[in-house]
Protein backbone atom coordinates (compact mmCIF):
# COMPACT_ATOMS: atom_id res chain seq x y z
CA UNK A 1 0.00 0.00 0.00
CA UNK A 2 1.11 4.02 -0.70
CA UNK A 3 -0.01 6.30 1.87
CA UNK A 4 0.34 9.91 0.14
CA UNK A 5 1.23 12.67 2.51
CA UNK A 6 -1.26 15.30 0.98
CA UNK A 7 -0.46 17.97 4.29
CA UNK A 8 2.47 16.62 6.42
CA UNK A 9 1.16 18.71 9.25
CA UNK A 10 3.37 20.60 11.99
CA UNK A 11 5.78 17.88 12.72
CA UNK A 12 5.47 14.31 11.58
CA UNK A 13 8.46 11.61 11.56
CA UNK A 14 8.59 8.48 11.15
CA UNK A 15 9.70 6.84 14.69
CA UNK A 16 10.21 3.20 15.99
CA UNK A 17 10.84 2.33 19.19
CA UNK A 18 14.89 3.52 18.44
CA UNK A 19 18.12 2.20 18.64
CA UNK A 20 20.39 0.23 20.36
CA UNK A 21 24.34 0.21 20.92
CA UNK A 22 24.51 3.69 19.22
CA UNK A 23 25.02 6.18 22.08
CA UNK A 24 29.25 6.03 22.46
CA UNK A 25 28.90 7.28 18.88
CA UNK A 26 26.73 9.70 20.12
CA UNK A 27 23.43 8.82 18.42
CA UNK A 28 20.32 9.50 20.57
CA UNK A 29 18.06 6.34 20.96
CA UNK A 30 15.53 8.24 19.31
CA UNK A 31 12.08 6.52 18.55
CA UNK A 32 8.91 7.39 19.75
CA UNK A 33 8.51 9.98 22.35
CA UNK A 34 5.66 8.28 24.05
CA UNK A 35 6.83 4.38 23.12
CA UNK A 36 3.70 2.95 24.92
CA UNK A 37 0.92 4.82 22.55
CA UNK A 38 3.51 3.48 19.15
CA UNK A 39 3.43 0.23 20.70
CA UNK A 40 -0.33 -0.25 21.45
CA UNK A 41 -1.03 1.58 18.13
CA UNK A 42 1.05 -1.14 16.17
CA UNK A 43 -0.69 -4.06 18.03
CA UNK A 44 -4.00 -3.03 17.25
CA UNK A 45 -3.22 -3.24 13.75
CA UNK A 46 -1.66 -6.62 14.06
CA UNK A 47 1.97 -5.24 13.70
CA UNK A 48 5.27 -6.06 15.74
CA UNK A 49 5.14 -3.41 18.56
CA UNK A 50 8.30 -2.19 17.29
CA UNK A 51 7.32 -1.50 13.52
CA UNK A 52 7.63 1.70 12.27
CA UNK A 53 4.54 4.49 12.33
CA UNK A 54 4.35 8.02 12.39
CA UNK A 55 4.65 10.92 15.15
CA UNK A 56 2.55 13.51 14.65
CA UNK A 57 2.73 16.73 16.83
CA UNK A 58 -0.05 19.14 17.56
CA UNK A 59 -1.37 19.67 14.05
CA UNK A 60 -2.53 16.18 12.03
CA UNK A 61 -1.21 15.25 8.58
CA UNK A 62 -3.83 14.50 5.48
CA UNK A 63 -2.91 11.08 4.43
CA UNK A 64 -4.64 9.27 1.10
CA UNK A 65 -4.19 5.11 1.09
CA UNK A 66 -3.86 3.68 -1.90
CA UNK A 67 -5.55 0.12 -1.22
CA UNK A 68 -8.08 -0.37 1.78
CA UNK A 69 -6.70 -0.94 4.90
CA UNK A 70 -6.48 -1.07 8.86
CA UNK A 71 -5.05 2.07 10.62
CA UNK A 72 -4.87 2.90 14.52
CA UNK A 73 -4.21 5.97 15.95
CA UNK A 74 -2.79 6.36 19.84
CA UNK A 75 -1.93 9.14 22.30
CA UNK A 76 -2.69 12.57 21.91
CA UNK A 77 -6.59 12.69 20.52
CA UNK A 78 -7.67 15.12 17.44
CA UNK A 79 -11.21 15.85 16.65
CA UNK A 80 -13.20 13.36 14.76
CA UNK A 81 -9.95 11.04 14.51
CA UNK A 82 -10.59 7.12 16.62
CA UNK A 83 -8.47 6.81 19.39
CA UNK A 84 -6.92 3.49 20.65
CA UNK A 85 -8.97 1.52 18.33
CA UNK A 86 -8.23 0.42 14.86
CA UNK A 87 -10.57 1.76 11.74
CA UNK A 88 -10.83 0.56 8.07
CA UNK A 89 -9.81 2.55 5.34
CA UNK A 90 -10.99 2.64 2.40
CA UNK A 91 -8.84 2.97 -1.27
CA UNK A 92 -8.41 5.89 -2.24
CA UNK A 93 -9.77 7.27 0.93
CA UNK A 94 -8.23 10.46 3.01
CA UNK A 95 -7.48 10.48 6.37
CA UNK A 96 -7.85 14.82 7.67
CA UNK A 97 -7.29 14.87 11.29
CA UNK A 98 -9.08 17.61 13.05
CA UNK A 99 -8.24 20.36 15.81
CA UNK A 100 -6.08 18.76 18.98
CA UNK A 101 -8.11 17.66 21.87
CA UNK A 102 -5.41 16.01 24.12
CA UNK A 103 -2.20 15.35 24.52
CA UNK A 104 0.61 16.34 22.21
CA UNK A 105 1.78 13.43 20.71
CA UNK A 106 0.12 11.11 18.62
CA UNK A 107 1.31 7.45 16.67
CA UNK A 108 -0.43 6.20 13.69
CA UNK A 109 0.35 2.95 12.61
CA UNK A 110 -1.37 0.94 9.25
CA UNK A 111 -1.22 -2.62 9.23
CA UNK A 112 2.30 -3.73 7.67
CA UNK A 113 3.79 -1.05 9.31
CA UNK A 114 5.60 2.19 7.01
CA UNK A 115 8.28 0.34 4.47
CA UNK A 116 11.48 2.17 4.99
CA UNK A 117 15.22 0.99 5.86
CA UNK A 118 16.99 0.52 9.02
CA UNK A 119 19.63 3.17 9.56
CA UNK A 120 22.35 2.35 12.61
CA UNK A 121 19.56 -0.85 13.59
CA UNK A 122 16.51 1.70 13.87
CA UNK A 123 13.72 3.17 11.43
CA UNK A 124 13.07 5.87 13.57
CA UNK A 125 13.93 9.71 11.81
CA UNK A 126 16.60 11.19 13.37
CA UNK A 127 16.42 14.88 11.57
CA UNK A 128 19.28 16.83 13.33
CA UNK A 129 21.61 14.47 11.44
CA UNK A 130 19.32 13.96 8.77
CA UNK A 131 19.11 10.00 9.32
CA UNK A 132 16.64 7.44 9.59
CA UNK A 133 13.23 7.22 8.61
CA UNK A 134 11.71 8.87 4.92
CA UNK A 135 14.49 10.42 3.85
CA UNK A 136 16.32 11.43 7.31
CA UNK A 137 13.79 14.20 8.00
CA UNK A 138 9.87 15.03 8.83
CA UNK A 139 7.21 14.53 5.86
CA UNK A 140 5.96 16.67 3.64
CA UNK A 141 3.04 17.60 1.26
CA UNK A 142 3.74 15.33 -1.90
CA UNK A 143 5.65 12.36 -0.09
CA UNK A 144 4.71 8.87 -0.71
CA UNK A 145 5.55 6.36 1.82
CA UNK A 146 4.94 2.61 1.11
CA UNK A 147 3.00 -0.06 3.67
CA UNK A 148 4.75 -3.46 4.20
CA UNK A 149 2.67 -6.63 3.52
CA UNK A 150 -0.37 -6.97 6.29
CA UNK A 151 0.10 -9.16 8.62
CA UNK A 152 -3.58 -9.45 10.15
CA UNK A 153 -6.66 -7.91 10.23
CA UNK A 154 -9.03 -7.14 13.27
CA UNK A 155 -12.33 -8.31 13.62
CA UNK A 156 -15.38 -8.56 15.72
CA UNK A 157 -16.68 -5.48 17.74
CA UNK A 158 -14.24 -4.70 20.71
CA UNK A 159 -12.61 -2.19 22.46
CA UNK A 160 -9.30 -1.88 24.41
CA UNK A 161 -9.65 -1.54 28.27
CA UNK A 162 -8.76 1.61 29.23
CA UNK A 163 -7.75 0.90 32.70
CA UNK A 164 -4.27 -0.18 30.83
CA UNK A 165 -3.29 3.28 29.34
CA UNK A 166 -1.01 6.24 31.18
CA UNK A 167 -3.27 8.59 32.67
CA UNK A 168 -2.43 11.30 30.29
CA UNK A 169 -3.25 15.05 31.69
CA UNK A 170 -2.34 18.57 30.46
CA UNK A 171 -1.06 19.22 34.51
CA UNK A 172 0.02 15.42 35.36
CA UNK A 173 2.25 14.52 38.23
CA UNK A 174 5.19 13.42 37.12
CA UNK A 175 7.44 10.76 39.00
CA UNK A 176 11.04 11.21 39.82
CA UNK A 177 13.90 8.91 41.33
CA UNK A 178 16.52 11.38 42.90
CA UNK A 179 19.53 12.45 40.43
CA UNK A 180 23.27 12.60 41.37
CA UNK A 181 22.96 16.37 42.06
CA UNK A 182 19.39 16.15 43.42
CA UNK A 183 20.97 17.29 47.41
CA UNK A 184 22.45 20.85 45.82
CA UNK A 185 18.63 21.90 45.08
CA UNK A 186 16.93 21.07 48.40
CA UNK A 187 13.35 20.99 47.57
CA UNK A 188 13.03 23.31 44.59
CA UNK A 189 12.08 20.40 41.98
CA UNK A 190 8.58 19.78 44.33
CA UNK A 191 7.79 23.37 45.51
CA UNK A 192 5.77 24.02 42.72
CA UNK A 193 4.08 23.42 38.87
CA UNK A 194 6.18 24.11 36.35
CA UNK A 195 5.07 25.05 32.64
CA UNK A 196 6.24 23.41 29.28
CA UNK A 197 7.54 26.74 27.15
CA UNK A 198 7.79 26.96 23.13
CA UNK A 199 11.38 26.20 23.18
CA UNK A 200 10.52 22.00 24.09
CA UNK A 201 11.43 19.88 20.90
CA UNK A 202 12.18 16.10 20.87
CA UNK A 203 15.16 16.93 22.15
CA UNK A 204 13.85 18.14 25.40
CA UNK A 205 10.78 19.48 27.27
CA UNK A 206 12.26 22.93 28.51
CA UNK A 207 10.12 24.20 31.70
CA UNK A 208 9.66 27.01 33.66
CA UNK A 209 8.54 27.44 37.12
CA UNK A 210 10.29 27.89 40.07
CA UNK A 211 14.25 28.03 39.73
CA UNK A 212 16.26 25.28 40.37
CA UNK A 213 19.66 27.70 41.77
CA UNK A 214 22.59 25.82 42.67
CA UNK A 215 25.31 26.95 46.17
CA UNK A 216 28.49 27.25 44.44
CA UNK A 217 28.21 25.24 41.15
CA UNK A 218 31.77 24.71 39.10
CA UNK A 219 32.07 22.76 36.09
CA UNK A 220 31.08 19.10 35.87
CA UNK A 221 33.15 16.59 33.53
CA UNK A 222 30.31 15.59 30.72
CA UNK A 223 29.03 12.24 31.15
CA UNK A 224 26.10 9.92 29.48
CA UNK A 225 22.79 11.35 30.19
CA UNK A 226 19.13 9.76 28.98
CA UNK A 227 15.43 10.38 27.65
CA UNK A 228 14.11 11.63 31.36
CA UNK A 229 16.81 13.07 32.94
CA UNK A 230 16.29 16.40 34.35
CA UNK A 231 19.07 19.17 33.66
CA UNK A 232 19.95 21.97 35.22
CA UNK A 233 21.67 25.13 33.20
CA UNK A 234 22.70 27.89 34.93
CA UNK A 235 20.14 29.54 34.59
CA UNK A 236 17.85 27.37 36.83
CA UNK A 237 14.96 26.03 34.60
CA UNK A 238 15.16 22.41 33.71
CA UNK A 239 14.89 20.37 30.57
CA UNK A 240 13.57 16.79 30.76
CA UNK A 241 15.52 15.44 28.16
CA UNK A 242 13.40 13.56 25.58
CA UNK A 243 14.08 10.96 22.83
CA UNK A 244 16.24 12.88 20.42
CA UNK A 245 18.73 14.47 23.66
CA UNK A 246 22.15 14.56 23.23
CA UNK A 247 24.37 11.45 24.68
CA UNK A 248 26.16 13.53 27.04
CA UNK A 249 25.77 16.56 29.18
CA UNK A 250 27.16 18.50 31.42
CA UNK A 251 24.89 19.65 33.27
CA UNK A 252 23.86 18.98 37.04
CA UNK A 253 21.25 16.18 37.37
CA UNK A 254 18.53 17.06 39.87
CA UNK A 255 16.14 14.23 38.81
CA UNK A 256 15.16 11.64 36.21
CA UNK A 257 11.82 10.97 35.07
CA UNK A 258 11.00 7.36 35.45
CA UNK A 259 10.06 5.05 32.59
CA UNK A 260 6.85 4.24 33.07
CA UNK A 261 5.62 8.08 33.10
CA UNK A 262 7.84 9.88 30.25
CA UNK A 263 4.51 9.46 28.12
CA UNK A 264 2.55 11.65 30.48
CA UNK A 265 5.97 14.10 29.50
CA UNK A 266 5.79 13.40 25.41
CA UNK A 267 2.30 14.46 25.98
CA UNK A 268 2.69 17.89 27.13
CA UNK A 269 2.68 20.95 25.02
CA UNK A 270 3.21 23.87 25.21
CA UNK A 271 1.06 25.84 28.29
CA UNK A 272 0.87 22.37 29.82
CA UNK A 273 1.97 22.58 32.99
CA UNK A 274 3.31 19.41 35.49
CA UNK A 275 4.62 18.94 38.95
CA UNK A 276 7.30 15.97 39.86
CA UNK A 277 6.17 13.64 42.64
CA UNK A 278 9.01 11.67 44.22
CA UNK A 279 9.51 8.04 44.22
CA UNK A 280 11.79 5.22 44.13
CA UNK A 281 13.84 2.71 42.23
CA UNK A 282 12.01 -0.41 43.42
CA UNK A 283 8.38 1.28 42.93
CA UNK A 284 9.99 2.86 39.05
CA UNK A 285 10.82 -0.85 38.11
CA UNK A 286 7.55 -2.20 39.67
CA UNK A 287 5.61 0.34 37.35
CA UNK A 288 7.71 -1.23 34.11
CA UNK A 289 6.82 -4.74 34.92
CA UNK A 290 2.84 -3.70 35.68
CA UNK A 291 3.15 -1.63 32.41
CA UNK A 292 4.24 -5.18 30.31
CA UNK A 293 2.38 -6.98 32.07
CA UNK A 294 -0.76 -5.36 30.78
CA UNK A 295 0.49 -5.28 27.33
CA UNK A 296 0.96 -9.03 27.60
CA UNK A 297 -3.00 -8.98 28.31
CA UNK A 298 -3.67 -6.97 25.41
CA UNK A 299 -1.61 -8.93 23.63
CA UNK A 300 -3.63 -12.20 24.52
CA UNK A 301 -6.80 -10.28 23.75
CA UNK A 302 -5.72 -9.38 20.57
CA UNK A 303 -4.41 -12.75 19.22
CA UNK A 304 -8.46 -13.44 19.30
CA UNK A 305 -9.48 -10.30 17.48
CA UNK A 306 -6.98 -10.08 14.42
CA UNK A 307 -7.32 -12.47 11.78
CA UNK A 308 -3.85 -13.40 10.19
CA UNK A 309 -3.66 -12.26 6.50
CA UNK B 1 34.28 2.41 41.62
CA UNK B 2 31.39 3.84 42.71
CA UNK B 3 28.05 3.21 41.43
CA UNK B 4 25.24 4.97 40.93
CA UNK B 5 21.69 4.92 39.16
CA UNK B 6 20.95 7.42 36.23
CA UNK B 7 17.12 7.20 36.03
CA UNK B 8 15.57 3.96 36.73
CA UNK B 9 17.33 1.98 33.38
CA UNK B 10 21.00 3.16 33.91
CA UNK B 11 23.88 2.87 35.99
CA UNK B 12 26.56 5.24 35.84
CA UNK B 13 30.05 3.45 37.16
CA UNK B 14 32.45 6.52 37.94
CA UNK B 15 36.34 5.29 37.97
CA UNK B 16 38.18 9.10 39.12
CA UNK B 17 37.32 12.62 39.17
CA UNK B 18 39.77 13.85 37.11
CA UNK B 19 40.35 14.41 33.23
CA UNK B 20 43.38 11.88 32.65
CA UNK B 21 44.52 9.35 30.50
CA UNK B 22 44.78 6.30 33.22
CA UNK B 23 41.20 7.00 34.49
CA UNK B 24 40.01 7.35 30.59
CA UNK B 25 41.76 3.78 30.29
CA UNK B 26 40.22 2.22 33.22
CA UNK B 27 37.17 3.45 31.99
CA UNK B 28 37.56 2.13 28.18
CA UNK B 29 38.32 -0.88 30.02
CA UNK B 30 35.53 -1.45 31.75
CA UNK B 31 32.96 -0.10 29.22
CA UNK B 32 34.59 -2.78 26.55
CA UNK B 33 34.35 -5.60 29.16
CA UNK B 34 30.32 -4.75 29.67
CA UNK B 35 29.93 -4.69 26.40
CA UNK B 36 31.89 -7.60 25.36
CA UNK B 37 29.94 -10.06 28.08
CA UNK B 38 26.95 -9.19 26.56
CA UNK B 39 24.75 -9.49 29.70
CA UNK B 40 21.00 -10.06 29.43
CA UNK B 41 18.75 -6.79 30.04
CA UNK B 42 21.66 -4.81 28.95
CA UNK B 43 21.13 -2.14 26.27
CA UNK B 44 23.78 -0.02 25.77
CA UNK B 45 27.67 1.20 27.12
CA UNK B 46 28.52 4.69 26.88
CA UNK B 47 32.07 5.50 27.97
CA UNK B 48 32.96 8.95 29.10
CA UNK B 49 36.27 10.61 30.70
CA UNK B 50 35.39 9.09 33.77
CA UNK B 51 32.31 7.26 33.73
CA UNK B 52 31.19 4.27 32.24
CA UNK B 53 27.03 4.54 32.03
CA UNK B 54 25.12 1.22 31.45
CA UNK B 55 22.07 1.39 30.02
CA UNK B 56 19.33 -1.99 30.77
CA UNK B 57 15.81 -2.43 30.46
CA UNK B 58 14.51 -3.16 33.52
CA UNK B 59 11.61 -5.28 32.06
CA UNK B 60 14.02 -8.00 31.33
CA UNK B 61 14.85 -8.00 35.23
CA UNK B 62 12.50 -10.52 36.82
CA UNK B 63 11.75 -8.60 40.23
CA UNK B 64 11.88 -12.85 41.41
CA UNK B 65 15.59 -12.67 41.24
CA UNK B 66 15.83 -9.24 43.29
CA UNK B 67 16.35 -5.36 42.30
CA UNK B 68 17.41 -4.74 38.68
CA UNK B 69 19.76 -2.07 39.46
CA UNK B 70 21.67 -4.09 42.03
CA UNK B 71 21.95 -6.88 39.89
CA UNK B 72 23.04 -4.55 37.00
CA UNK B 73 25.73 -3.10 39.94
CA UNK B 74 27.04 -6.81 40.42
CA UNK B 75 27.21 -7.19 36.40
CA UNK B 76 29.53 -4.17 36.45
CA UNK B 77 31.45 -4.90 39.39
CA UNK B 78 32.55 -8.15 37.75
CA UNK B 79 32.76 -7.05 34.59
CA UNK B 80 35.43 -4.23 35.50
CA UNK B 81 36.94 -7.07 38.02
CA UNK B 82 37.73 -8.96 35.81
CA UNK B 83 39.60 -6.38 33.35
CA UNK B 84 41.41 -4.76 36.71
CA UNK B 85 45.65 -4.64 35.92
CA UNK B 86 44.92 -6.05 31.94
CA UNK B 87 47.46 -3.80 30.34
CA UNK B 88 45.31 -1.30 27.68
CA UNK B 89 47.12 1.40 26.09
CA UNK B 90 43.71 3.37 24.64
CA UNK B 91 43.04 2.34 21.73
CA UNK B 92 46.69 2.21 20.21
CA UNK B 93 45.09 4.15 17.00
CA UNK B 94 46.31 7.61 15.69
CA UNK B 95 43.99 9.44 13.50
CA UNK B 96 45.34 12.00 11.07
CA UNK B 97 42.69 14.73 10.70
CA UNK B 98 43.84 17.71 7.72
CA UNK B 99 42.50 21.22 8.73
CA UNK B 100 42.63 24.30 6.84
CA UNK B 101 43.27 26.98 9.55
CA UNK B 102 41.60 30.72 9.24
CA UNK B 103 39.63 32.70 7.00
CA UNK B 104 36.37 31.76 6.15
CA UNK B 105 37.00 28.10 7.37
CA UNK B 106 38.21 29.26 10.74
CA UNK B 107 36.72 32.92 11.69
CA UNK B 108 37.96 32.43 15.15
CA UNK B 109 41.64 32.00 14.73
CA UNK B 110 42.50 35.51 15.13
CA UNK B 111 40.47 35.93 18.44
CA UNK B 112 42.33 32.91 19.88
CA UNK B 113 45.71 33.77 18.12
CA UNK B 114 44.97 37.66 19.87
CA UNK B 115 44.41 36.05 23.18
CA UNK B 116 47.27 34.36 22.80
CA UNK B 117 49.62 37.02 22.03
CA UNK B 118 50.54 35.26 18.58
CA UNK B 119 49.76 35.19 14.87
CA UNK B 120 47.44 33.40 13.13
CA UNK B 121 50.14 31.22 11.77
CA UNK B 122 51.93 30.63 15.00
CA UNK B 123 48.40 29.83 16.84
CA UNK B 124 47.61 27.36 13.60
CA UNK B 125 51.02 25.71 13.91
CA UNK B 126 50.60 25.18 17.68
CA UNK B 127 46.78 23.43 17.45
CA UNK B 128 48.51 20.93 15.05
CA UNK B 129 51.59 20.86 17.07
CA UNK B 130 49.81 19.03 20.24
CA UNK B 131 48.73 15.39 20.63
CA UNK B 132 44.90 14.93 21.59
CA UNK B 133 43.13 12.18 23.30
CA UNK B 134 39.76 11.13 22.67
CA UNK B 135 37.73 11.17 25.80
CA UNK B 136 34.12 11.32 24.52
CA UNK B 137 32.20 11.13 21.94
CA UNK B 138 28.79 12.68 22.23
CA UNK B 139 27.14 16.09 21.70
CA UNK B 140 26.29 15.02 18.27
CA UNK B 141 26.69 11.80 16.09
CA UNK B 142 30.81 11.09 16.27
CA UNK B 143 31.38 14.67 17.67
CA UNK B 144 34.99 14.29 19.52
CA UNK B 145 35.50 16.17 22.87
CA UNK B 146 39.66 16.09 22.65
CA UNK B 147 41.82 16.66 25.64
CA UNK B 148 45.39 17.82 25.09
CA UNK B 149 44.95 21.86 24.14
CA UNK B 150 47.78 23.60 24.59
CA UNK B 151 47.27 26.34 27.37
CA UNK B 152 48.05 29.42 25.71
CA UNK B 153 45.09 28.77 22.82
CA UNK B 154 42.52 28.07 26.08
CA UNK B 155 39.36 30.45 24.59
CA UNK B 156 35.69 30.49 26.18
CA UNK B 157 33.01 29.94 24.19
CA UNK B 158 31.38 32.75 22.00
CA UNK B 159 28.77 34.43 24.39
CA UNK B 160 26.27 34.16 21.50
CA UNK B 161 26.52 30.75 20.12
CA UNK B 162 26.40 30.91 16.16
CA UNK B 163 23.07 29.47 14.56
CA UNK B 164 25.14 27.63 12.00
CA UNK B 165 28.05 25.96 12.02
CA UNK B 166 29.27 24.16 9.34
CA UNK B 167 30.31 20.14 9.21
CA UNK B 168 33.94 19.52 9.37
CA UNK B 169 34.82 22.62 11.32
CA UNK B 170 37.21 22.83 14.34
CA UNK B 171 36.46 24.38 17.75
CA UNK B 172 37.93 25.56 20.98
CA UNK B 173 36.06 25.94 23.99
CA UNK B 174 37.60 26.48 27.44
CA UNK B 175 40.46 23.62 27.24
CA UNK B 176 38.78 21.47 24.97
CA UNK B 177 39.12 21.39 21.61
CA UNK B 178 36.74 19.23 19.19
CA UNK B 179 34.85 19.21 15.46
CA UNK B 180 31.49 19.59 14.24
CA UNK B 181 30.75 16.17 12.51
CA UNK B 182 27.71 17.37 10.85
CA UNK B 183 26.08 21.28 10.57
CA UNK B 184 24.46 22.19 13.68
CA UNK B 185 24.14 25.46 15.95
CA UNK B 186 27.17 25.68 18.43
CA UNK B 187 29.53 27.93 20.69
CA UNK B 188 32.53 26.77 20.16
CA UNK B 189 35.17 29.44 18.62
CA UNK B 190 35.93 28.19 14.92
CA UNK B 191 39.93 27.92 13.98
CA UNK B 192 39.86 25.67 10.82
CA UNK B 193 37.97 23.28 8.77
CA UNK B 194 38.54 19.58 7.81
CA UNK B 195 37.22 17.89 4.82
CA UNK B 196 37.01 14.33 6.55
CA UNK B 197 33.41 13.25 6.97
CA UNK B 198 33.83 12.55 10.93
CA UNK B 199 30.35 11.08 10.58
CA UNK B 200 28.76 9.04 7.82
CA UNK B 201 25.86 6.65 8.48
CA UNK B 202 26.97 4.66 5.40
CA UNK B 203 30.01 3.78 6.92
CA UNK B 204 30.98 1.13 9.59
CA UNK B 205 31.21 2.45 12.27
CA UNK B 206 29.55 5.60 11.39
CA UNK B 207 31.71 7.74 14.31
CA UNK B 208 35.27 7.94 12.61
CA UNK B 209 37.08 8.26 16.01
CA UNK B 210 36.26 6.34 19.33
CA UNK B 211 37.26 7.29 22.72
CA UNK B 212 41.03 6.14 23.46
CA UNK B 213 41.68 7.67 19.75
CA UNK B 214 44.58 9.53 19.28
CA UNK B 215 44.43 12.31 17.36
CA UNK B 216 46.76 15.09 15.18
CA UNK B 217 45.67 17.71 13.43
CA UNK B 218 47.37 18.60 10.28
CA UNK B 219 47.82 21.69 8.44
CA UNK B 220 46.15 22.16 4.89
CA UNK B 221 46.05 24.66 2.47
CA UNK B 222 43.09 26.12 0.96
CA UNK B 223 43.95 24.61 -2.39
CA UNK B 224 44.57 21.00 -0.75
CA UNK B 225 40.98 21.50 1.24
CA UNK B 226 39.27 22.29 -2.33
CA UNK B 227 40.65 19.31 -3.63
CA UNK B 228 39.18 16.69 -1.24
CA UNK B 229 35.84 17.97 -2.34
Given at each position: ???????A?????V???G???H??E????G?????F??????????????????E?????????????????????R?????????????????????????G?RA??????????EP???????F???G?????G???????????????????????????????YS???????????????????L????????L????????L?????????G??????????????V??????????????????????A?????????????????????????????????????????????????????? | ????????S?????????????????????????????????????????????F???A????????????????V???????????????G????I?????????????????????????????????????Y??????????L????A??????????????????????????????????????????TP??????????????????????REI?????????
Open positions: MEVSVIRGMLTTQDLRRGLAGVPMGAADPALRVANLLVGNPEDSPGLITLTGPELEFSEAGWVAVCGAFEGMPAWRPFHVEAGGRLRFGRLLQCFLSVSGGFDVVLGGRGTPAALGGFQRALRGGDILKSSPSRGAPTGHWSIDERILPHNEPGVRVVPGLHAGDYGDAHSGRFEVTESSRMGIRSGPRLMRPGGDLVSAAVAPGTIQPPDGNPIVLMADAQTLGGYPRVHVIAADLPLVAQLAPGDSLRFVRTTLAEAHALVHAREHNLGLLRQGLAEKIRPA | MKLEPLGDAVVATLGSGIDPATLASVLRCAEAVAAARGKGIVDVVPAYSTVTVYDPQFSPSAGDAFDQVCRFSSCAARERGRAREATRTVDPVCYGGDLGPDLGLVAERAGMEEAAAAALHCGADYLVAIGFAPGFPYGGLPALHTPRRDTPRSRVAAGSVGIAGGQTGVYPLESPGGWQIVGRLALFSAARKPAALLVPGDRVRFSKAEFDSWK
